[in-house]
């Protein structure tokens, strides 16, 4: 069972909406959650990173939470662009170990003109 | 600065055949990874290097093997592939608890 739960797996909204992707985890303990953004046919691309001790982080009209107390991140995307459109990943960090990165399956974003 | 690059960027293998995919960073990065991207799945660590001369097993080492004899090199063997093996395998880098820089990707397709 994936550690990292990403829902919904994909969305469709209009241009200049906003939209919240949700990411449930159940690793512990952690030392950091990550978002990426990955267009098609790309390699992923950071967004933002929270330590565990961080509960929002922002980039741009991209803004992360996180509460740690319910293992749960947000990605919140304001003011849409037709080029939001792409596969957000949240990707969970195990302490002691930069190598133990746990990715969630991703959410499908697409915005419509 | 290029970043990450990888080389080939597609590939079409028949069963049994072999090949090697390279990843280059020029970021000066200690640490470098291999991951495959399956449809519905999250990447998974296939195997990665702290440092040069240094590999390890990731999540899904089997059938794989890898190298790195220069810090800003690490290459990625199937010896046998197998249809298992289609898919996106990527490449990435980072000088430690920071930001990941992946690389573009490379598809392959095994028959």
């Known amino acids: 069972k994936n550690q990292v739960e990403q829902s919904p797996q994909s969305l469709i909204i209009l241009e200049g909406k906003n939209c919240t992707l949700q990411?449930?985890?159940?690793?512990?303990?952690?030392?950091?959650l990550r978002w990426y953004k990955q267009d098609t046919g790309r390699g992923p691309v950071s967004l933002t990173i929270?330590?565990?001790?961080?509960n929002t982080k922002s980039n741009g009209r991209y803004t992360a939470t996180l509460d740690a107390d319910t293992k749960q991140s947000s990605l919140h995307i304001t003011a849409s662009q037709l080029s939001d459109s792409a596969s957000y990943i949240c990707?969970?960090?195990?302490?002691?170990?930069?190598?133990?990165?746990?990715f969630g399956a991703g959410t499908r974003l697409t915005v419509k003109p | 600065n290029a970043g990450v690059t990888q080389t080939p960027k597609f590939r079409v293998l028949k069963t049994g055949q072999s090949m090697t995919l390279l990843c280059a960073q020029d970021?000066?990065?200690?640490?470098m990874y291999w991951y495959r991207q399956d449809p519905g799945m999250g990447l998974r660590l296939i195997h990665y290097?702290?440092?040069?001369?240094?590999?390890a097993k990731g999540e899904v080492p089997d059938g794989y093997n890898v190298s790195r004899l220069k810090k800003q090199n690490f290459l990625l063997g199937l010896e046998s592939a197998a249809p298992s093996q289609t898919s996106v395998y990527f490449c990435?880098?980072?000088?430690?608890?920071?930001?990941?820089?992946f690389g573009p990707g490379t598809r392959l397709l095994v028959l």
């Open positions: 990435a880098s980072t000088g430690g608890q920071e930001t990941q820089y």
């Open positions: 990411c449930n985890y159940t690793v512990s303990p952690f030392s950091n």
């Open positions: 929270m330590t565990f001790s961080e």
């Open positions: 990707v969970v960090g195990a302490p002691y170990n930069n190598n133990d990165m746990r």
């Open positions: 970021m000066n990065h200690e640490y």
């Open positions: 290097s702290v440092g040069e001369g240094t590999t």
